[in-house]
């Protein structure tokens, strides 16, 4: 009627048009009745009874005929198939595409395909791409994808087609113009059938093929071993010789003997005269004899020496062969006569060793008394071999060590058991050396016991290492102590302070409270820095970034950054620098670090309205820098050991907080790594205390002094920060100090979270913990570095990881910057107004 073909697509979309049409008319009797372009399956009922209002396709009445008779056609298929529809691609599919969606079924009907496969829209995009703008088609065959359809990711395989579904443009009414041409695409038409069994299947085939292949191969490998085994004995030599003594023929194991290889030239032309003395021929004949009475193998050894002097021969066994040729087995026996020749001189080995040994060798009989007592005895204790047999050594023992020894010697020879035993000894110079001795019982051939033979090391020098281990661990405990007592005292405060902000009149309390807070919190800040800093520099992980330095404006930082503490204990500074430059090679950071930790000290030990002198001056080419102070002052027994680790001397006076001894060990470290020195000197007792520090000055000079870096304008208003952390706390109080500045701040508890609000919060930095459960934020961050449109994202590690190992991972992730907490809020804010 309309001039198409029986079942073309036009003819069917004509029929579809007129049915939809009709549906319209009955709509008002029965709005339930399900379209005939959507009936034949369960997807085209719920199809139907989708709210499609809120999709780009509006309404399923308003829908094209060219979308409804690309549906009807999908719903049609036996295979699975998935139609895209618009610009927006939006998901409609079969029941066959349904039962493959696992998990995602019934959200992905209607939804964009980029947010039902996230997972995989790398891989579809530039198909969907090359479908919609150029019209091309696509297939794939056992295409792996890592898809979410269950909860968790997993690997399935899938064969594919992508093909365009052509927009006609036309004008329906009852039928369809044949004169329609196609302009563009509105659709892609995707099917889809599941290889994932297939491909382990033939995976798991091809394994078990591999696996009888490689046994297969272990076993010819095997038989020809055994083959070969069964014809060449490793330590028999066979030869084939003829009437002329000629070697004819020989396996390798006589070759080897004869000092041949195989691929030797001169191994195919050897003579048994070249070889074997004159005996071998007599020796042969004899056993030609025996064998033609006993016409078998006859066993006959004979002992020979090579005529080079290098090896002794057996031979063992020989068989005359047909004609003139004779077989002969020999063995190589070189090593039996040395172990003969060893056996002999084994006692005047053990005698030449045991009297050439700096240790004391000794032999005592099942009584205990001595029967061999090496020379070393006579040199160590400046006595006869006389005075100490059998008995005497016994008086060379220490009083207080000698009873534990004896009984534990005494023990030993009654159980027959090991001695391990130590006891100090007095030496011919009267000096006492510790001894471990050891020893076991041994017995003669007829296994009878005879006593115990033992050696006494001296371990004078290791038990005095042992005795410095002990101390340090002693000083490792006390350390220990320190810090948990250092720990404590800024916590109490800490405590107390929040029990009253939680009042019922706290909030008055706050400003009187915050400075006490801030107080402990930085000094416990400066705990965990101190300590990881010696860290870094003990393991050789700080590397100096030396340049010219005014050493003038590092002074007058490092003052500035203890001005606090100073005006705390009301106490006076006095600042006293040359004129002349004083330019050294150096860092800048740790420069100001060593002149505040000795600042910091100075106030520590000095009482309230004390003063402290801060000097500065120029000593042949060196820079000499003075920090002393009026205050309690340094014992003489404390001035050697001032600068070792954790070293502290506890005395009344010194107030609560004591430190951990280590920022005197730091300036020592860090002066050393400038090429400098420091020293300390006090005269005593609430005399005070002056550290000198002395630095080479550099070469290099400046023509002026350099000035404080500029600081980088903020405008929190340009700027959109997104905090990532799992501690609630922690985010929300970050996200107040921000807001406080004016920044556009918001906050997500996990990295999924995270990836879901970048798209559409689009922030110019994202603060992110690390150590978050589930995904972490390397992972969150490496999974933003693969994303173009985020490159101009500045990411920002805010963590409690800080070793070398978390930054240099944190930086492979894609992090630009890395934090650790408690991060200081100035040095962040900075941070942002840098970016």
Same mark, same amino acid.
């Given at each position: ?8 697509? *036009? ?6 048009? *007129? ?52 549906? &009807? ?17 939006? *998901? ?63 690997? $399935? ?95 390798? $194991? ?12 001169? $191994? ?55 004609? &003139? ?43 205990? &008394? ?118 404590? &005292?800024?916590? $109490? ?343």
């Amino acid at each position: 009627m309309l001039g198409f073909e029986q079942g073309s697509p *036009q003819c069917v979309i004509s029929i579809l048009c *007129q049915k939809e049409e009709g549906m319209n008319e009955r709509e008002t009797t029965s709005c339930a009745e399900l379209p005939g372009w959507l009936q034949g399956s369960e997807m085209g009922a719920l199809i139907f009874t989708h709210d499609w209002i809120d999709s780009s396709l509006g309404p399923i009445s308003a829908w094209s005929p060219a979308l409804r008779f690309a549906v &009807n056609m999908i719903l049609l298929m036996p295979s699975a198939v998935l139609l895209l529809w618009g610009p927006k691609l939006i *998901q409609i599919y079969n029941d066959g595409y349904r039962n493959l969606m696992g998990a995602k079924h019934p959200d992905g009907l209607g939804q964009p395909v980029s947010e039902c496969w996230p997972e995989v829209w790398h891989f579809l995009a530039p198909i969907c791409e090359g479908v919609m703008e150029r019209r091309q088609s696509f297939s794939f065959d056992d295409q792996p994808l890592v898809i979410n359809r269950t909860g968790s990711p997993e690997e $399935a395989f899938f064969k594919l087609t992508y093909s365009p579904v052509p927009d006609i443009k036309d004008s329906f009414s009852r039928e369809v113009s044949p004169d329609a041409k196609q302009t563009g695409v509105s659709g892609v038409l995707v099917t889809v059938t599941e290889t994932t069994e297939l491909v382990r299947a033939r995976a798991h085939e091809a394994k078990k093929i591999r696996f009888k292949e490689a046994l297969a191969e272990q076993a010819l490998r095997e038989s020809e071993q055994r083959f070969c085994q069964a014809l060449e004995i490793e330590t028999v030599g066979i030869i084939f010789f003829d009437s002329e003594n000629r070697i004819t023929e020989a396996n390798d $194991a006589f070759l080897e003997m004869s000092g041949f290889s195989r691929d030797d030239e001169r $191994a195919g032309a050897l003579r048994c005269d070249e070889l074997i003395p004159p005996e071998w021929r007599m020796s042969t004949s004899r056993a030609a004899e025996e064998l033609k009475a006993m016409g078998r193998v006859a066993p006959h050894e004979k002992e020979l020496f090579r005529k080079d002097g290098s090896r002794w021969w057996a031979l063992i066994a020989m068989k005359q062969l047909l004609g &003139n040729e004779a077989v002969a087995y020999v063995v190589d026996i070189t090593e039996r006569k040395r172990v003969e020749h060893s056996l002999r001189e084994s006692e005047a080995r053990f005698r030449a060793l045991a009297e050439a040994s700096p240790a004391l060798i000794w032999q005592v009989d099942p009584q205990g &008394n001595a029967v061999y007592l090496n020379q070393r005895y006579q040199y160590m204790f400046g006595k006869s071999l006389e005075e100490l047999m059998p008995t005497g050594w016994r008086e060379l023992l220490h009083p207080d060590d000698a009873p534990a020894y004896v009984a534990a010697f005494e023990r030993a020879l009654h159980d027959r058991a090991h001695l391990r035993q130590r006891v100090r000894a007095r030496t011919a110079e009267g000096e006492w050396r510790w001894l471990k001795s050891y020893a076991l019982p041994w017995f003669t051939v007829r296994d009878e016991y005879a006593g115990h033979v033992g050696i006494s090391i001296d371990i004078t020098e290791a038990v005095a290492a042992e005795t410095a281990l002990l101390e340090a661990d002693r000083r490792k405990d006390e350390f220990l102590a320190t810090l948990a007592h250092e720990l404590r &005292n800024p916590l $109490a405060p800490i405590a107390s302070a929040l029990t009253l902000i939680a009042g019922p009149d706290g909030a008055a309390e706050i400003p009187r409270l915050l400075p006490v807070i801030n107080r402990q919190v930085n000094y416990m800040v400066r705990l965990v820095d101190d300590l990881l800093e010696i860290s870094r520099i003990t393991s050789g992980k700080v590397e100096l970034r030396q340049k010219p330095t005014d050493l003038a404006i590092v002074l007058r930082n490092a003052a500035e950054a203890s001005m606090e503490q100073i005006r705390e204990k009301e106490l006076e500074l006095s600042i006293s620098i040359t004129d002349t430059p004083l330019i050294v090679y150096g860092d800048t950071v740790r420069l100001e670090q060593i002149f505040a930790n000795l600042l910091n000290n100075a106030v520590r030990y000095t009482g309230r309205g004390g003063k402290i002198w801060l000097t500065a001056r120029q000593e042949d080419h060196k820079a000499v820098v003075s920090v002393k102070d009026n205050g309690i002052g340094i014992l003489p027994g404390m001035l050697p050991r001032l600068f070792d680790m954790f070293a502290q001397e506890r005395r009344s006076g010194m107030g609560t907080q004591e430190g951990l001894g280590i920022g005197l060990n730091l300036v020592d470290r860090l002066v050393q790594m400038h090429g400098g020195s420091v020293e300390a000197s006090s005269e005593g007792k609430d005399k005070g205390s002056e550290f000198t520090v002395r630095l080479p000055l550099s070469e290099i000079t400046t023509s002026g002094k350099s000035g404080q870096s500029e600081k980088v304008a903020f405008a929190p208003q340009e700027l959109r920060v997104l905090v990532v952390d799992d501690n609630q706390d922690a985010a929300e109080v970050l996200c107040m100090l921000l807001q406080s500045m004016g920044v556009d701040v918001k906050a997500v508890d996990s990295g999924p979270a995270a990836l879901a609000t970048l798209p559409h919060y689009l922030p110019d930095v994202v603060l992110m913990d690390i150590g978050m459960p589930g995904m972490d934020g390397n992972e969150v961050a490496r999974r933003i570095r693969v994303q173009p449109q985020f490159n101009n994202i500045k990411l920002i590690a805010l963590t409690g990881w800080g070793q070398e190992k978390d930054r240099q991972l944190s930086h492979e992730s894609g992090f630009d910057h890395h934090l650790t907490k408690p991060v200081n809020f100035k040095v962040l804010t900075e941070l942002i107004a840098s970016i």
